[in-house]
């Protein structure tokens, strides 16, 4: 079965350190992979999605992630926190084949804290 | 408007009540999803509309979980006799066409509180 894994459900930075999310997924073939941002009270906002090619991939907001196969992850970064990057981050894998609806699997997510 | 708009964004309901949410996707889009997301954990998947048909149904929790969407632009998720259980925000997203190479807009949810 499909799962996405968030080891770490809070982190702590300063701004302007750098920021690794983590998370590791199963799935049977390569997935569409994703990362979503939650600020409070708030709806979920794409980040960046990978579905093939480059493994680096870059999105809004300064945030890149990397599709690293042997390791089933798809971390999240970013160089220089800021302090309106405090949030939830979720990551989600879509499911490839006849049923590709769209239909997306969430990790538990990783809430984000910046000290300033 | 030019998001996903839910209604109402707080309900509180007495167990046993009925209560219907309310999703008004984004103008044109084909493919609309429900999601349950409990406290402290990533949203679940309940439902998925290509425009008015159903195509799956896979994540509702139970019988008392019901989902429409008849003319295939508005949603309504319906839950019968609501129990503690079901206490969560309930969002629902919606994309232009069918597949993954098309964003999700998610709305900003309706909290579910059971008491």
């Known amino acids: 079965a499909q799962s996405v894994t968030q080891p770490d459900i809070h982190i702590t930075v300063s701004e302007g350190a750098s920021l690794e999310l983590r998370c590791n997924y199963s799935?049977?073939?390569?997935?569409?992979l994703f990362w979503y941002v939650q600020s409070p009270g708030q709806g979920l906002q794409l980040l960046l999605k990978?579905?093939?090619?480059?493994?680096l991939v870059q999105g809004i907001k300064g945030f890149e992630a990397e599709f690293k196969r042997s390791q089933s992850s798809f971390n999240l970064r970013k160089p220089s926190v800021h302090w309106s990057d405090a949030a939830e981050y979720f990551c989600?894998?879509?499911?490839?084949?006849?049923?590709?609806?769209?239909?997306?699997?969430f990790g538990q997510g990783t809430t984000l804290q910046v000290k300033p | 408007g030019a998001g996903v708009s839910q209604s109402p964004r707080y309900k509180v309901a007495k167990r046993g009540q009925d209560v219907a949410l309310r999703c008004d996707p984004i103008?044109?889009?084909?493919?609309l999803f429900w999601y349950q997301q409990a406290l402290g954990q990533g949203p679940e998947f309940l439902t998925y509309?290509?425009?008015?048909?159903?195509?799956?149904k896979s994540g509702l929790p139970s019988d008392r979980f019901f989902a429409e969407r008849p003319e295939g632009s508005v949603s309504t998720l319906k839950i019968q006799r609501t129990q503690q259980e079901d206490s969560a925000v309930y969002l629902c997203?919606?994309?232009?066409?069918?597949?993954?190479?098309?964003?999700?807009?998610f709305g900003q949810g309706t909290r579910l509180t059971v008491v």
């Open positions: 990978y579905f093939s090619g480059d493994t």
């Open positions: 103008s044109g889009h084909v493919s």
């Open positions: 799935y049977g073939a390569t997935p569409y």
């Open positions: 989600a894998v879509g499911a490839r084949g006849s049923s590709n609806t769209g239909k997306l699997i």
């Open positions: 509309f290509q425009n008015e048909a159903q195509l799956d």
């Open positions: 997203a919606s994309s232009a066409m069918d597949g993954m190479n098309t964003e999700a807009f």
